[in-house]
């Protein structure tokens, strides 16, 4: 019943050389099209609906961890709870 | 005041009150709660007389537990009181998920065949601690119940603890080689002993109430998200016997717990709930939640236990749970070293292995209790985000927390277990609690394996001879018996698919401490001896360094 990702993903570390090739342009202008039109606060939604969504889809703790050490590089913020 | 009529158990005099001195006690037991109670019961099986001390002289006032799981169950099997819950409780073990008004996810907690016990028992804390009152009125010699004696000073000194206690007929004091602080979350002996808790406190509070209705709701635990009944918040509803019904509401932060505790205010409430059924209240009451611990459960000869050490949330029903595994734990250590057969190291395992469990307690009831109060700003976005899409899409479901209900915690890696030298399945590896399965007994009754496992250590074999060793009892299952009649049978083959062929040291609390699979090298009895050595507490040498400062708490 815990929310452990069940099967481990062929990969079990972070890719982060370039995978989209060609479609990179398409796929950063579809990124940037989905919040047309939409509030701040539903472009906030639509961001979340996507990571968690691509966090399924990736199944893998260890590579969502490393994902989010590197996405929160650089940014301070207060001290966490 | 709720349905259940309260007995007012006599108060008899201390001895000590009358002008006897009874010398140093070996337990002394604070507390008369499920906890203290159970501990006795555990420690009087062992042969270890106590004296439990309670400041009351009733069980359980109002809507506390309700939900004992199958673990527990099988503890109080142990105990000899399970069989009573069973027949007064609700059995259930489905869980249904709703957001708004829609069903969106169920989940069944035991989907299998072949246990004695359910996954769950919904049962009053009062009639469980009435059962256990009574089950330790059955060893005279050996369980000293005293109400309406509080514990008003601890004084530790060196190889005793000294209680100064308070009764209507006078003050007295008494000695006792170990305490167990079993005075539940407001634990007197804690704040004595200038304990302090770590952990997190929650700022929602929540309206629980218990009402007795007529109503064909299923035995099943029901849970909304913002269901549209009580907009906004999140609401649990479970079925207890005697047409009682638990309900959980939550009110959120700013709430005011004398207002909502009003008849005005809890009956127009409840009845969105239940929809017009006529119902009448039973108890009612409003809390706010922390999820705590100590930093140890063991200070000197004073060993806490219960909700004294840790407190919880009751979304995932860990607290009681999370206590009776304690006690389950500690018992035949305690008694070993009383009895002489182990050193006090082995306590410092209580400490290590409760901890551990303690903590896995309090994550997974920390992070129920953030899902359904998240924080504003992202924590809310994640929460409220999750919820829409489990409405369609199976993933989320698995995201959504409502509620992760009480299992017990393996012990794999501690030093008391030896691990396993050959792959074993996960399910049977050292330090798992050992699971249940149908046997037939040497004369060809139906029985339960677990029946035949805890107390004592034992070496169970699965279809295969077992080594000799004196004073190690054998359970043998199935074929491998050396033909002396007295194997037990396993007639479904529930045991070989659960176990595995091969040989297993069983702790007196029923955990693996040894497993030696029948295709790995076989183990001959001084390996054997090895390892019951190691599960008393002979190999852990950090346990002992401490256990040198011990006097000087
Ligand atoms: C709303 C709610 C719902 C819950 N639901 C569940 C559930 O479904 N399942 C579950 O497992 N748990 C549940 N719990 C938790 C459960 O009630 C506790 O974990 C459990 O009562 C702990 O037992 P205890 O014996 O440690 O402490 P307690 O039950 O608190 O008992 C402590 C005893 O110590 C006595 N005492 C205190 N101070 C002194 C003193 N100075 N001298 C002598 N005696 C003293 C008290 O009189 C009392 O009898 C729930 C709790 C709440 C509040």
């Known amino acids: 019943m815990t929310a452990q990702c069940t099967e481990p993903a062929a990969e079990q570390a972070l890719v982060t050389d370039d995978r989209l090739g060609s479609e990179a342009d398409t796929v950063y202008a579809a990124l940037v099209a989905a919040h047309e039109g939409l509030s701040a606060h539903d472009g906030q939604r639509l961001n979340v609906r996507l990571v968690l969504l691509l966090a399924n889809h990736i199944g893998s703790a260890a590579v969502i961890h490393e994902a989010l050490v590197l996405a929160r590089t650089g940014l301070e913020g207060e001290q966490r709870r | 005041m709720t349905s259940y009529s309260y007995t007012e158990y006599a108060m008899t005099l201390a001895p000590e009150l009358s002008g006897a001195t009874p010398g140093i006690y070996p337990v002394v037991i604070v507390g008369a709660g499920p906890i203290g109670l159970s501990a006795a019961i555990d420690l009087a099986l062992h042969g270890v007389p106590s004296v439990v001390l309670d400041e009351n002289n009733v069980v359980s006032v109002g809507s506390r537990a309700i939900c004992w799981a199958k673990r527990s169950l099988e503890i109080f099997d142990r105990l000899g009181v399970a069989q009573r819950m069973l027949d007064k409780g609700v059995i259930w073990k489905v869980g249904r998920v709703y957001h708004r008004d829609r069903e969106i996810h169920a989940f069944d907690l035991l989907p299998e065949e072949g246990h004695r016990f359910p996954a769950f028992v919904n049962l009053q804390q009062y009639y469980v601690e009435q059962y256990l009152i009574e089950r330790c009125w059955e060893f005279p010699d050996l369980i000293d119940l005293r109400f309406l004696n509080q514990v008003t000073a601890v004084l530790p000194k060196p190889g005793a603890v000294t209680v100064r206690v308070d009764t209507p007929d006078g003050d007295y004091t008494c000695s006792a080689h170990y305490v167990l602080a079993c005075d539940g979350a407001r634990s007197t002996v804690r704040s004595l002993l200038g304990l302090g808790m770590l952990g997190e406190t929650f700022e929602d509070r929540f309206l629980i109430a218990d009402i007795e209705m007529t109503a064909d709701f299923?035995?099943?635990?029901?849970?909304?998200?913002?269901?549209?009944?009580?907009?906004?918040?999140?609401?649990?509803?479970?079925?207890?016997?005697?047409?009682?019904?638990?309900?959980?509401?939550?009110?959120?932060?700013?709430?005011?717990?004398?207002?909502?505790?009003?008849?005005?205010?809890?009956?127009?409430?409840?009845?969105?709930?239940?929809?017009?059924?006529?119902?009448?209240?039973?108890?009612?009451?409003?809390?706010?939640?922390?999820?705590?611990?100590?930093?140890?459960?063991?200070?000197?000869?004073?060993?806490?236990?219960?909700?004294?050490?840790?407190?919880?949330?009751?979304?995932?029903?860990?607290?009681?749970?999370?206590?009776?595994?304690?006690?389950?734990?500690?018992?035949?250590?305690?008694?070993?070293?009383?009895?002489?057969?182990?050193?006090?190291?082995?306590?410092?395992?209580?400490?290590?292995?409760?901890?551990?469990?303690?903590?896995?307690?309090?994550?997974?009831?920390?992070?129920?209790?953030?899902?359904?109060?998240?924080?504003?700003?992202?924590?809310?976005?994640?929460?409220?985000?999750?919820?829409?899409?489990?409405?369609?899409?199976?993933?989320?479901?698995?995201?959504?927390?409502?509620?992760?209900?009480?299992?017990?915690?393996?012990?794999?890696?501690?030093?008391?277990?030896?691990?396993?030298?050959?792959?074993v399945p996960a399910r049977m590896a050292p330090g798992q609690p050992c699971l249940d399965a149908p046997v037939t007994g040497a004369d060809g009754r139906p029985g339960w394996l677990l029946a035949h496992l805890g107390g004592t250590f034992r070496l169970l074999a699965v279809n295969q001879p077992a080594p000799s060793l004196p004073g190690l009892p054998v359970v043998t299952v199935g074929a491998g018996s050396d033909g002396a009649g007295s194997a037990l049978g396993d007639p479904a083959a529930w045991v070989e698919q659960r176990y595995g062929d091969g040989l297993f040291l069983i702790r007196p609390d029923q955990h693996v401490a040894a497993h030696w699979p029948a295709h790995g090298p076989p183990a001959s009895p001084a390996i054997v001896a090895a390892a019951w050595r190691r599960a008393l507490g002979f190999m852990a040498s950090k346990a002992a360094a401490l256990v040198e400062t011990w006097e000087y708490v």
């Open chain 2, 218 to 423: 299923p035995s099943e635990r029901r849970f909304w998200f913002e269901p549209s009944f009580h907009p906004g918040q999140s609401a649990l509803l479970h079925k207890q016997p005697e047409n009682i019904y638990r309900i959980d509401l939550q009110l959120g932060a700013n709430a005011d717990p004398e207002r909502e505790t009003m008849p005005e205010a809890v009956v127009p409430r409840i009845e969105k709930v239940v929809q017009g059924r006529p119902f009448a209240l039973d108890w009612v009451s409003v809390y706010s939640f922390q999820c705590r611990r100590l930093e140890r459960f063991l200070h000197g000869r004073v060993l806490f236990v219960g909700d004294s050490a840790h407190v919880v949330s009751p979304f995932g029903a860990r607290g009681g749970n999370g206590g009776i595994h304690d006690v389950d734990n500690l018992c035949w250590k305690l008694a070993a070293v009383l009895q002489g057969s182990a050193g006090p190291a082995l306590l410092e395992s209580y400490n290590d292995e409760r901890i551990h469990g303690a903590d896995e307690n309090i994550l997974q009831s920390a992070r129920t209790t953030r899902f359904m109060s998240p924080h504003a700003g992202a924590e809310r976005l994640f929460r409220d985000e999750t919820l829409a899409l489990a409405r369609d899409l199976p993933f989320a479901r698995g995201l959504m927390n409502p509620g992760r209900l009480s299992t017990p915690c393996s012990l794999a890696g501690f030093p008391l277990q030896t691990p396993a030298e050959t792959a």
